[in-house]
Each structure stands twice: as C-alpha cells, then as structure tokens.
C-alpha cells in the first residue's frame, strides 16, 4: 500500500506493510558534486510533485570491504557520490502524541558502510518499540574525512550527520516522530561520530539521548597527524601538494582507489587511516575532554561493547597470527606511560588473560580492552560526572560463526539492535532460537525506552543501575541478561593506572 507524507521539501511516496511506513532514499542535502566536493554540505533543494521514496540512495563511494560482505552486514548496493539520503521507518497506526525518534548512524571504520545495508533495516525496531527510526548516509573515506586545511571543510562526514539532524528536527513530524525526543544510536564508525557529536558546537540541541555501541572513542586525530595523511593521499593520487580545485576535477572513484592504497603511518595508529580530526573548529577538543568538562551534560547516555570485540579480526587473512615470543612487546606498544617499563608492564598486564588461550586470542583481548572497552569507561565515567543518566552494557551473546570461534565479536550486536537477526543472511553470524529472540527483545525494548524515557530498564531485564563509580555497574545483555559490578576490573585498572 502507498503512502504520501509532506516534507518541508515536498511530497514524498513511500510505502506501508504490516504497520509500518517505509519511505526510502529522501535527500537531506544537496548532491556534493563538483564545487560542493570537499564542501559542507549544503541544503537539498525542494522538488515538485511527488517524490517517488521506495529504493534506497546509492551507497557513498568506498571500497570493499569483504569481511562485512563476508558477514552479511552490508548486501549489495550502487555506489555514487551523490549519496546523501535518509530513510524513515514508522508505525502506520497514529498515535496520541509524537513518538521518540530514533537515528541510527552505520558503522564501517569511516571508510565504508550504507544506511541500505540489510542489518539497518529500521522495520523491526520501529514496530516493536514504537519509535520513529531514522537511517542514514554520510560521506566516508577521503570524500569525507580528507583534512584539507578550509577551516569550515574538516570532518565533513560529521557535517552531514549533523545535516541530517537537522532534516529530522524540521520534518520528522510528518511522520509522526517528535522533534524534541530525538536520540542518535549507532556502532562502530557510527558510536564514534556520535561521541564527536557530543564535542560539536554545531551538533547541540539536536538530540536529547545518544547511544554508542562499541565506539573508540578516542580515536581521533590531531590536525598535524591529518595533514601528514593528506599528504600520503596525495602522493599516491600523484598530484603533488593538496589542492581543491585539481582533487574537485578528479574522478571520484580515482580519489577512493588511491585512499585504498594508503597505510596508516606510525608511531600512534588508530586502525583507520581517515577518521573525524579535532581540528580546533567543527570539532574544537576530542570528545573525551569536552564530555569531562560538560559540553554535553544535558546529553542522557548508554554506552557499551562486546565481550570480544576484536576476535571478529581474526577473519582477516593474516592479521589474526601472532607468535607467543612477540606478544609482549606487541601488547607494551599499547601502553601508555614511560617506554624503559613498558615491557615488564605488559607481561603484568598479560598475567590478566587467561593463559590458556592462544597468543592470537590473547593480543586481541588486550586490543579490546585497549581499544574500546577501557576507553568506554572512561567516556561513561566523564559524562557520569555531569549527567546522572549515564549506563554502561557489555554485550556476551556469542556468534555461531566458524564453530564460534569469534564470540561476542565486534558488530554482533547490531542485528540484534535493530531486530534483524533472524534475516536469512545474518542467521549464521547472528544465531537464531529462542535464545537470540530473548536477547534480541531484551535488546531492542531497552533502547526503545530509553529513546522514550531516558531509563533503559524493562521488565524483560534486571533493573538496570546507572554507572558510576566505585561500583560501576553494567548489564551484560546475553542470555540471561544480568547486572555485574565493575566487569574486567582488574584490566581496566591495568590500562587506566599504566599496569
């Protein structure tokens, strides 16, 4: 059946089935093509009549990434430049007052990802939990996260989530969302935007509670570390010192062959080679510290990771090898603090993690907990501070891929987010029963009402305690769901007071 909606744009024509709107591919900016390449984006221009929204936008131009076709995650999608869109999904049924709106942001390393991939779909979340769920596109890579040195043209990328908020805030009522009661969820690439928006002026007031699943949230760069990656694009590029005007006159997919080419240079690496930059002003201060100060104090928060997040690395072909004699010294170039201990300091840290486990198992143990998790306490512990309404999960469903041999691996918990799991390709990462449809309703209710209300807790889990310390008390969604006191406590004192 159709469905016609008026957006501050024009009309749009989407679809509805089993209770739920779908309208697919709606531009929230302008196409940024030739002089607005390497821009802000700018605003979309109105249309006439009435816009056909029931396919998806092209995805923005990236590389593969095979490990998340591999998986299921991303599907098959077109590729263009012209890739700023948004999809709504809504319940059919009107309801008394708006509903909460939900806006989820991909994951991809800031390289790749679509909102159009099959795990995103934002069909289930909507039904079930009542919300109005918003998916989107931004621009990746070096189209999006190339420094170019035009101070209002860093971190594009952000600009148009930050574009794509503000769509919501002026339109989301036509679809019967609520402008005021907006929250931002997403994992990976997309959790780590949304702790920049936290530390964005341009992002205030946009949103009222954010989400952020498996972040890094300090994985940022500096403005000198983003010049000297500029400078390798352009090497490889062969076009000499960065200029605009000659990158605007490229081919598009010349610029993301190139970025594919790039390695990310030493001696601090972060696992992405273009990611958001604190550039002093899109983003003025890494979001670790504006949230300790109370930038975004006003801000309710859940944030959280899986148990084994970076075991779902060892499914690329070489990078999961590592030999037992090269593991401490491996393990010491993640710690901070004076070089001369770093050694004896990690074969301490090493003593943490069960030796039973292989040395490959091991080193990415140590990459989560360096990585994302002991990160994610420290961002929780900040905004605690300031905002009382801040919770922390740890995700432990573990995956049935490859005989398990992943765990509660990194982008895990997406499907079971937006409800997706039982999707034929993501069963076999995912799982399927009635374990996982515990998990997975466990999952989505308690995001549902936390958009609602600002209190993740449900009568389908523990009462949920908000995090702060000294008991730091997190819910391990799994099944059964429970609260545990200061999980990993001793790995997060490792990390936090140099071993």
Not at 7 to 26: C, D, N
Not at 77 to 90: G, I, K, M, R, S
Not at 97 to 124: E, I, K, N, R, S
């Amino acid at each position: 059946m159709e469905s016609t909606v008026e957006t501050p744009l024009g009309r749009v024509r989407g679809s509805e089935a089993s209770g739920i709107r779908r309208f697919l591919g709606i531009p929230y900016a302008a196409p940024p093509l030739g002089a607005l390449r390497f821009a802000p984006p700018a605003p979309a221009r109105p249309w006439a009549g009435v816009r056909d929204a029931n396919a998806f936008g092209p995805a923005p131009l990236q590389p593969v990434d095979g490990l998340s076709q591999q998986l299921g995650l991303l599907g098959e999608h077109a590729q263009d430049e012209d890739c700023l869109t948004l999809n709504v999904f809504a319940p059919a049924t009107p309801a008394r007052t708006p509903l909460p709106v939900m806006v989820w942001l991909h994951g991809g390393a800031f390289q790749t990802g679509t909102a159009a991939g099959p795990a995103y779909d934002g069909t289930h979340l909507a039904r079930r939990g009542r919300v109005v769920v918003v998916t989107l596109n931004y621009r990746v890579g070096a189209l999006g996260f190339l420094a170019t040195g035009v101070r209002d043209a860093a971190n594009l990328g952000l600009q148009d989530q930050v574009a794509a908020l503000r769509f919501v805030r002026e339109g989301i009522m036509a679809f019967g969302g609520d402008p005021d009661n907006v929250t931002v969820f997403g994992e990976s690439a997309g959790a780590g935007s949304i702790a920049c928006l936290l530390a964005m002026p341009m992002a205030r007031g946009l949103f009222r509670r954010a989400i952020v699943q498996s972040a890094a949230p300090e994985g940022q760069l500096g403005a000198d570390e983003a010049a000297a990656r500029a400078e390798i694009l352009a090497e490889k590029l062969g076009a000499g010192p960065l200029d605009l005007e000659a990158l605007r006159g490229l081919a598009a997919e010349r610029i993301v062959a190139a970025q594919a080419a790039c390695l990310e240079p030493g001696p601090r690496r972060i696992g992405m080679f273009f990611a958001p930059v604190v550039d002093g002003f899109v983003l003025p201060e890494a979001p670790l510290a504006a949230v300790a100060k109370g930038e975004a104090r006003e801000v309710e928060l859940v944030i959280g990771t899986t148990a084994d997040e970076m075991q779902l690395f060892t499914l690329v072909p070489g990078f999961g090898d590592v030999p037992e004699a090269a593991l401490p010294q491996l393990v010491a170039t993640r710690l901070p603090g004076p070089r001369d201990t770093a050694l004896a300091r990690a074969e301490r840290l090493l003593a943490l993690y069960p030796a039973a486990r292989s040395a490959s198992e091991r080193f990415f143990a140590v990459e989560t907990d360096a990585s994302l998790f002991v990160p994610s306490t420290r961002f929780a512990e900040a905004q605690a501070r300031h905002q009382p309404r801040t919770f922390m999960y740890r995700f432990s469903w573990c995956s049935p891929f490859g005989g398990g041999r992943l765990g509660a691996c990194h982008a895990l918990d997406v499907p079971f987010t937006l409800g997706t799991w039982e999707l034929p390709k993501l069963r076999e990462f995912a799982g399927s029963g009635p374990a996982a449809a515990r998990v997975a309703g466990a999952m989505m209710d308690a995001w549902a009402v936390f958009a609602a209300r600002g209190d993740p807790s449900h009568p389908g889990i523990p009462r949920w305690p908000a995090y702060a310390p000294p008991r730091r008390a997190t819910l391990e969604l799994g099944d059964p769901c429970r609260v545990i006191d200061a999980p990993c406590e001793a790995r997060r004192r490792a990390f936090s007071e140099g071993a």
